[in-house]
């Protein structure tokens, strides 16, 4: 056994006396002939060069600042309050916590290649259970990237889209068309470009991920700073095809108070009702379910271990790292916006402004691979 057999090894008798058959001839050194494709390609492999922070930490926080940072913060403040909030990421946390300490642990007891969390899931429980729990993993991949190619929709729609609302008039930027099918041709086009960019590869976006974490970094200090620096204001709110104006209670303008005693105290507790985009009425689990997207993407780090100097070093260290600092932050908004926003402008104009700030880092971010390659 060595360290890269798994370590729950449940093979027959005959697959294990198979192996210590073989294992005499495993370590006998093959001979190399000079002209052989093995002598050949040894001295053209390149060392792997990605530190902790370039190879764990920078992926992993690009992986869980997803759209729910910059789109979904309000909507969990102003539906379940700031103390279900906060109970909210806990329960998130903790659940990630138990994963990550499981990569820990898997990362630290032997050796690690390349192959990311397919071989850490195989070393540990076997080729078997690593296939089965890899196509999950895969799915879910596929249900992030939908994720956030609608949160990229959501964003460019909020910013240059037509308002659905016939009673507002659209500005002079926004040009785009509106509703159902426009949103799912943006859609379709996005991630089209996305297959485009794997079928180029992936050291495109290898060459821009530290500039794209520059920006992303940039933008939160702005939306940090930006709640010292707008003074309070009345928000008007567009009428929802849901309410027509005409609900209980439904209002039609909110504030924006600014640091006040009052609005922190309105916003200690749930005030669950229904979702202004869908119709449907919120509860804990659909906040929850909303919110926890954003606690996601702790497997980028892992993912490319094969490209890490010390994968068994860099892996616990980095995700870790990164796990405490978007806790930190989702902590920090949602205190922020419990104490400046009403419940309404929480609900509603908090998404609408953050679609703005994303739609000028995704504006970058589409120019930057365009330098990379040039350079």
Known sequence: MTERTPLLNYRLSASVNESESRSPLANQAPEKLPGSPRHRSSPQRQPQKLSVFFGVVVPTLLSMFSVVVFLRIGFVVGQAGLYQGIA???VAYFI???TVLSVCAISTNGALDAGGAYYMISRALGPEFGGSIGLMFFLANVCGSALFVLGLVEAILGTFGIPEDPT????AHQILPSGYWWSLLYGTVIALLCLLVCLVGAHIYAKATFIIFLVVIFVLIMIFISFFVVRSKPIPLPSSSFFNGTGPGFPTTANYTGFKLET???NLYGGYSVDYTTGNMMTFATVFAVMFNGCTGIMAGSNISGDLKNPSYSIPRGTITAVIFTFITYILLSILAACTCDRSVTNIFFPIFFA???MWF????????????KA
């Open 264 to 266: 922190l105290l309105g």
């Open 96 to 98: 990630i916590s138990m």
């Open 356 to 358: 703005q700030v994303v």
């Open 168 to 171: 507002l008039a659209p500005t």
């Open 88 to 90: 909210m990421f806990l």
């Open 362 to 373: 995704v504006i970058l971010v589409l120019c930057i691979p365009y330098f990379t390659t």
